[in-house]
């Protein structure tokens, strides 16, 4: 797997907000992922695969779930032994799907999945409450390392009383921790974003406070956020 796309590498596409990392940088977020020889990653979007590749070289295994027909089958080229393929959309594979996969792939039962990511801008915050509805249907999530435009990555880290500060800030950070890890230009990229790009690291943890009723929760805060001078 190469890391421009070029080369007989699928292009990148609009419709699907992709954006491949230059060599230097995929190196760079591979060293902040910190992947572990007995990790199991379940990597979302790998595209042409500069991230999965060294994903792969440092941990036990990976499963990566892509949308693109091109970049799924760009990968089975030549795969790495470790590396298994879910073609679909992250936001609509079942958990009982990736935990086929997973068991496919070898992975223990119930031993923890990290997630890794360089996520479409589009929908990068459906994606981080899709994670957490996973870690809830039974998917041993621990922790999700993921690209992200750089005004959302300031929303996950603000505080209270930043004009940064809202819905997603508490709902994602009533059940993970936050912490900023790299910070991206457009130029690590290509084709180059309009934006700049950061990466963060979410370190998953039971609901704090803990809630009666998540959908009611979540009802509060959205009502709360959308009356601010109230």
């Excluded at 995929?26 to 979302?44: H, M, Q, S, V």
């Excluded at 819905?167 to 990229?189: I, M």
């Amino acid at each position: 797997m190469r890391e421009h796309p070029d080369h007989g590498r699928p292009q990148a596409r609009k419709r699907f907000g992709q954006h491949f990392l230059e060599s230097t940088w995929a190196d760079k977020l591979a060293r902040a992922i910190a992947p572990g020889a007995a990790d199991t990653f379940l990597e979302i979007g790998p595209g042409p695969g500069a991230l999965t590749e060294r994903l792969c070289a440092r941990a036990g295994r990976v499963v990566g779930v892509e949308i693109d027909r091109d970049m799924v089958q760009h990968l089975r080229v030549a795969p790495p032994a470790n590396l298994h393929l879910i073609e679909g959309d992250v936001l609509a594979v079942p958990a009982d799907r990736i935990r086929d996969v997973l068991a496919e792939a070898g992975a223990p039962v119930d031993s923890p999945v990290r997630v890794a990511g360089n996520l479409p801008y589009n929908v990068a915050s459906p994606i981080l409450f899709r994670l957490m509805a996973l870690r809830e249907a039974g998917l041993p999530i621990t922790d999700a390392t993921v690209m992200l435009q750089r005004e959302v990555a300031d929303r996950l880290i603000a505080t209270p009383g930043t004009k940064e500060y809202g819905v997603l800030t508490v709902l994602v950070r009533h059940k993970s921790d936050v912490r900023r890890l790299l910070q991206l230009p457009p130029g690590a990229f290509r084709p180059p974003p309009k934006v700049h790009s950061t990466v963060v690291r979410l370190d998953f943890h039971p609901p704090s406070p803990p809630v009666a009723s998540e959908a009611t929760f979540a009802g509060v805060v959205q009502a709360v956020f959308t009356r601010r001078r109230k």
